[in-house]
């Protein structure tokens, strides 16, 4: 006899006998066996569990008469137990430990009563093996509803930590008594400072939406991207889609390992890391981070690595505050443009040869300015060349290769020159 086979009626009726009695004693049990069921049942639990045993034990009857029809809303009730044990803290095992619980009190129950009622041998066999396969069909239910429940609460807290994120990156920055309205119903601790992550943007080809030849990743893509990220940062971590950006707000990042955690975290993947702030300047983090993302996946930064020790980039990753010049030129395009050719206009007579070498040399100069044999080393020439070159340049420059100012403007302008692109 499977789950759905059928007993003679006169069988069927001798079973049906017992649940009223069979039910309190496997509420009971229950009580009795599984810890965390070990109290009175009374009150509203007392109830449900009551119900469900008693739901349980008729619609088994049913399924052997072959009378059982889709019973929607006995399928319903293990999913609502299910879903309960999520909703109150605890694991599915207990729930699962007390139907086995059930399942072996009726076993034996109905063994007795079919010993006394004369079943054939066989069909003891067969209602044992149908006890079971039942069982299992229950436990799923209710394991369908625990997962179902499970979900719609991580969706939930992933909602409020979106709105919440949204929230403290909005411009002017937000009230604080909403900020800690929505920090609370997030589930989430308000740190002293934080830091925006900038982990990809829709304009930026990745993942899926690459492989379907999108432009770049959705809302929703971005939206699991920072949530990604935030999980393998751990739970002081929150990630969100927002303005076509995937967001991660890190809190306490200039703490022990949380450079390297964060690091850990990218796998390999490009981010820019925003610098530490407050909460209510959490938008000017976010922004720096977007600037330095973007001069990043541009070309405009170094994400392999730097020779400068002020400007080093460490693995993926992208510290916005150790690129402020390139920031800085970026953000004024224009002006940053204007000042390369004005202060570099002593160049343009050049063939692109000479100018090629001269502006590598006044570069070199302008690190080191005085330091012949020093500067002859960082060019791999002979320091004659170098004073040639440097003659050449006085001799265009004149005055402003030595005044302090003059030649803080040229250094400026070599930098710009080399990011025109911004």
């Given amino acids: 006899m499977a789950a759905h086979a059928t007993l003679p009626p006169e069988e069927a009726d001798a079973l049906r006998r017992t649940l009223p009695g069979l039910a309190d004693d496997i509420v009971a049990a229950i ?11 009374e009150g509203r639990f ?43 803290g605890r694991s599915l095992d207990a729930l699962l430990a007390a139907y086995r619980v059930g399942a072996r009190l009726a076993w034996r129950r109905f063994v007795d009563v079919g010993t006394q009622s004369g079943f054939p041998a066989d069909a003891l066999y067969d209602l044992g093996e149908a006890m079971f396969a039942y069982i299992d069909e229950i ?41 800690r309205t929505a920090v609370t119903a997030a589930g989430w601790a308000l740190p002293r400072v934080l830091a925006a992550v900038v982990a990809a943007e829709a304009d930026q080809p990745e993942g899926l939406a690459a492989a379907h030849g999108a432009e770049g990743p959705s809302e929703e893509l971005l939206d699991g991207i920072a ?8 739970p002081g971590a929150v990630g969100a889609a927002v ?26 993947e490009l981010a820019a890391l925003g610098p530490a702030v407050t909460w209510p300047e959490a938008a000017s983090s976010l922004r720096r981070a977007e600037a330095a993302f973007r001069l990043a996946t541009q070309g405009h930064l170094d994400v392999q690595g730097s020779t400068s020790p002020s400007a080093q980039v460490r693995g993926r990753l992208i ?54 044999q020093a500067i002859a080393a960082a060019l791999d020439v002979h320091p004659q060349t170098v004073r040639y070159r440097l003659k050449q340049l006085r001799e265009l420059f004149g005055d402003r290769l030595e005044d302090p100012d003059a030649r803080f403007e040229l250094s400026l302008a070599l930098r710009a020159a080399e990011g025109l692109r911004y």
């Fill in 319 to 372: 510290v916005a505050d150790e690129h402020l010049p390139a920031l800085l030129l970026a953000a004024a395009p224009g002006i940053a443009a204007d000042l390369a050719r004005s202060r570099l206009s002593p160049l343009d007579g050049l063939a692109d040869g000479p100018r090629e070498r001269l502006i590598v040399t006044l570069r070199a100069y302008l690190d080191r300015p005085g330091q012949v």
């Fill in 139 to 179: 436990s799923a239910e209710s394991a369908a509803g625990f997962a179902e429940a499970q979900s719609e609460a991580a969706g939930e807290t992933q909602r409020r930590r979106r709105r919440l994120l949204r929230l403290l990156v909005q411009e002017p920055a937000a009230d604080a008594e909403a900020v």
């Fill in 243 to 268: 303005g076509g950006l995937a967001v991660v707000m890190m809190p306490d990042p200039d703490g022990p390992g949380r450079r390297k955690a964060l690091e850990a975290a990218l796998g390999g």
């Fill in 31 to 41: 009580a009795r066996e599984v810890p965390d069921y070990a109290r009175p049942m």
């Fill in 227 to 234: 949530a990604r990220l935030a999980r393998r940062l751990g």
């Fill in 46 to 88: 007392g109830e449900t569990v009551r119900f469900g045993t008693q739901i349980a034990l008729n619609r088994f009857v049913d399924i052997l008469l072959g009378e059982a029809r889709e019973a929607a809303n006995a399928r319903h009730t293990y999913q609502r137990l299910g879903a309960g044990e999520y909703r109150q």
